[in-house]
């Protein structure tokens, strides 16, 4: 392997040139959360199009199962993802993840569904999640490490550009929601309408693929010596700095995906109408999209550590009531109210989550840590969390399981940036 620059790290590039970096390490999670939202929010009508079984609830559980089951190779897509920006570079893991990206979104495009081709459907539907959480499972990693690497003052501000691309896809795929649930009838939603919204992810890989491959190298990693054995060095001498980043994961999974499952849980749980959930999201994301880069931006200036406790004991507190109030007066403006409120508290954690993470790991094994922990604390506590909802409220039959959900998950990464603080540090 050719020798990388001694060049300092440096952040002499001009403004234009960072926002294409911006927008290169975003657009891959953009296109990843776009089309995740999208399986979420049209849950209700792929379980009939692809899982047809008899009952609502079988239905609904195989196709969250499905959705669950794809987080299962996410750590091993973050270990050969991440142990290749690890070792050759951010820029050609990046260049990687989204051509496989672009694949599993095509699969979910154009596949029959289960009354056209019978088995196979569901099976192909299987085949894109699994391709798609193999692709990503790198993505968060290599795209936060890039962005990092470029600054050496304004990492937060970069990072959480991260969660503001999650908030752009979850204001498209909400505005798609609505509008599809508004404009289309029924027949024509089932038939062809669900299918839009993937196409349009589908467009979007080929301009990401075209900016990732016009950009340099991130300075900071081209002036170290890159390791030979990334995952063994983790793995062998920083496990420990592993498990605490797993940990601070948790809180953004979970209250990622409780808010996801709000549209399911309007519909299922309280009767509302399907645009009701919709609307409620868009406007979350677009608290998402505009929070992120101002909290990013606040903790490089008064560190990470102290601004995400604050948020994990604001949801601890406040879940409880916000659900109990929801269960008790559905309507349009609670449920606005609560996932705007959820969105607002999700965006001061997770806009200065990424920075945090990058910060726990040196350059060499950086890619690869980021990746890994990422990809194991989401499958666990977020990427199963609409099966265990679905399931539990069915088991128990109380509305206000996503409260208790967020509670214990908040609670879980107060002490594990107790810990952060206590032994690495990181203010």
């Given at each position: 392997m050719t020798a990388h620059t001694t060049t300092a790290p440096h952040d002499g590039h001009s403004t234009s040139y960072m926002v294409k970096v911006i927008a290169a390490a975003s657009i891959g999670n953009a296109l990843e959360w776009f089309d995740l939202l999208i399986y979420g929010y049209f849950a209700v009508t792929l379980s009939k199009l692809f899982f047809p079984a008899g009952s609502d609830f079988v239905e609904l559980m195989l196709?969250?199962?499905?959705?669950?089951?794809?987080?299962?190779?996410?750590?091993?897509?973050?270990?050969?993802v991440g142990v290749y920006a690890d070792r050759h570079g951010r820029k050609a893991a990046l260049m990687l993840s989204i051509l496989l990206m672009m694949i599993g979104t095509a699969i979910m495009t154009?596949?029959?569904?289960?009354?056209?081709?019978?088995?196979?459907?569901?099976?192909?539907?299987?085949?894109?999640?699994?391709?798609?959480?193999?692709s990503v499972g790198g993505e968060f990693?290599?795209?936060?490490?890039?962005?990092?690497?470029?600054?050496?003052?304004?990492?937060?501000?970069?990072?959480?550009?991260?969660?503001?691309?999650?908030?752009?896809a979850a204001v498209l795929a909400s505005a798609f929601g609505v509008f599809l649930f508004s404009a289309l009838s029924e027949q024509q939603l089932t038939s062809w309408g669900w299918r839009l919204p993937f196409l349009f992810g589908l467009l979007i890989g080929p301009i990401g693929l075209y900016i990732r491959a016009h950009l340099e190298e991130a300075p900071e990693f081209a002036a170290v010596q890159p390791s030979e054995t990334p995952l063994r060095d983790l793995i062998g001498r920083h496990w420990g700095r592993m498990l605490l980043s797993i940990g601070v994961v948790i809180l953004s999974t979970s209250s990622n995906y409780v808010i996801l499952y709000m549209p399911t849980y309007g519909i299922k749980e309280l009767g509302l109408p399907q645009s009701v959930g919709f609307t409620a999201t868009l406007m979350g994301a677009i608290i998402l999209t505009v929070v992120s880069p101002l909290v990013g931006h606040l903790s490089?200036?008064?560190?990470?550590?102290?601004?995400?406790?604050?948020?994990?004991?604001?949801?601890?507190?406040?879940?409880?009531?916000?659900f109990a109030g929801l269960v008790s007066y559905p309507s349009l403006f609670s449920i606005v109210l609560i996932?705007?409120?959820?969105?607002?508290?999700?965006a001061g954690y997770?806009?200065?989550?990424?920075?945090?993470?990058?910060?726990?790991?040196?350059?060499q094994?950086?890619?690869?840590?980021?990746s890994l922990s990422y990809n194991i604390g989401v499958p666990l506590f977020g990427g199963a969390a609409p099966l265990y909802m679905t399931a539990l409220i069915q088991l128990t039959g109380s509305n206000l399981v996503p409260s208790f959900y967020l509670i214990v998950t908040a609670l879980l990464s107060l002490i594990v940036l107790v810990l952060i603080r206590a032994y690495l540090r990181l203010r």
């Open positions: 196709t969250f199962g499905t959705f669950a089951v794809a987080y299962l190779v996410r750590p091993l897509g973050a270990i050969v154009f596949v029959p569904t289960y009354a056209s081709i019978g088995v196979a459907a569901p099976i192909a539907v299987l085949i894109a999640r699994l391709l798609q959480g193999f990693g290599s795209a936060t490490a890039f962005m990092v690497e470029h600054s050496a003052t304004r990492k937060g501000f970069l990072a959480s550009w991260q969660w503001s691309s999650q908030g752009v490089d200036k008064v560190g990470r550590t102290m601004i995400m406790m604050l948020m994990c004991v604001l949801f601890a507190l406040t879940a409880y009531p916000a996932v705007g409120w959820m969105s607002l508290l999700k997770s806009g200065v989550l990424p920075s945090l993470m990058a910060e726990i790991f040196p350059i094994t950086r890619a690869s840590g980021l």
